[in-house]
């Protein structure tokens, strides 16, 4: 913490002593940009993930359907009504019209689909309170006065897509932490490689007395700043890269809604801190260690 408030108070004026070195300068700067740009778009599928799992949960959670297996009996269509409307926990019920028939088969039978001429089961949307319903006796009273009926909460199919968005979530995480060691590593090679180009400087100032840590800050404040600079350059890149990419949660495609929404906007410029972060560890632990190593 003291090494880091005494960088913080420094000038840059500490990085005189340093010799320009534009290979490793242009290096740090590069390789923080594109670690910028790919950290913005792990954070943005990270947050997409999350956006989407509690979409999923909460529209499934909240609907369910029964199916009547015997097609044109309207009987047993009203009796399953009759028994819906009368559970607890049941807020409301109705029967799926052709035209809502036509649009659940229309991606996997086309648009052009003769209704009238299939054994299609009969359907029920069925808009489930927060309290939840007793699964168990809604199903015996079908059973006993509807056989063909067959009561479906969506569990088995809510529960895979939210776990492929955890799982998608978890992938951002990792992919954002796998982008700052990456550029951890990088900027360790160029500092070790701007200190071995510049031994016999650093002997000299070893000789005039100076300190580890003064020509630690030297190199620190530098390659930091190089750091900084190129995060701003990916990050604002990848803000106007998320721009551009589509956006229409009405879709349903987790694709159409990768940008983030409302205060979302405000994480993808948390990476200008991390990246400065980063570097500046990444500098500083790899020039004492090998500033320790030169003067054993």
């Known amino acids: 913490m003291t090494s880091l408030l005494d960088f913080l ?9 340093v010799p320009p070195s534009k290979l490793t300068g242009r290096l740090t700067l590069a390789a923080a940009a594109a670690m910028s740009f ?10 997409a ?3 989407q799992a509690a979409l999923w949960g909460q529209t499934l959670a909240g609907t369910a359907t029964v199916r009547i297996a015997s097609p044109h009996e309207p009987e047993q269509v009203q009796a399953a009504l009759v028994i819906l409307e009368t559970t ?11 035209d809502e028939h036509a649009a659940l088969l229309a991606p996997w039978l086309g648009p052009d689909l003769p209704l009238q001429d299939l054994p299609l ?10 309290d939840g319903i007793d699964t168990l006796g809604l199903n015996l009273r079908l059973q006993a006065e509807v056989p063909s009926a067959t009561f479906d909460d969506h569990s088995r199919w809510r529960a895979p897509l939210i776990d492929a968005a955890k799982r998608m979530r978890n992938l951002g995480w990792a992919a954002l932490g796998l982008t700052f060691a990456t550029l951890a590593v990088m900027v360790a090679l160029s500092t070790q490689s701007a200190l071995a180009s510049n031994k016999q400087e650093i002997d000299v ?17 530098r390659f930091t700043g190089r750091a900084v600079a190129g995060a701003l350059l990916g990050t604002g890149l990848g803000i106007i890269a998320t721009l551009l990419l589509p956006n229409d949660p009405a ?6 809604a990768l940008p983030p929404n409302g205060l979302g906007w405000l994480v993808p410029f948390l990476v200008v ?9 990444a500098t500083r632990v790899t020039v004492m260690r090998l500033l320790k190593e030169t003067t054993l």
Request: hydrophobic fraction near 55%.
């Open 9 to 17: 108070r420094g000038s840059q004026g500490d990085g005189r002593f």
């Open 38 to 47: 790919l950290a913005v778009f792990a954070l943005v599928l990270t947050m």
């Open 49 to 51: 993930a999350h956006r």
């Open 88 to 98: 607890t926990g049941v807020n409301a019920a109705r029967i799926l019209s052709e």
């Open 121 to 130: 089961p009969s359907l029920i949307e069925v808009e489930l309170s927060p």
């Open 205 to 221: 100032l070893h000789l005039v007395g100076a300190e580890d840590r003064f020509i630690a800050r030297a190199f620190v404040w």
């Open 251 to 256: 879709a349903g495609s987790f694709l159409t």
């Open 273 to 281: 801190p991390l990246v400065a972060a980063v570097a500046y560890l």
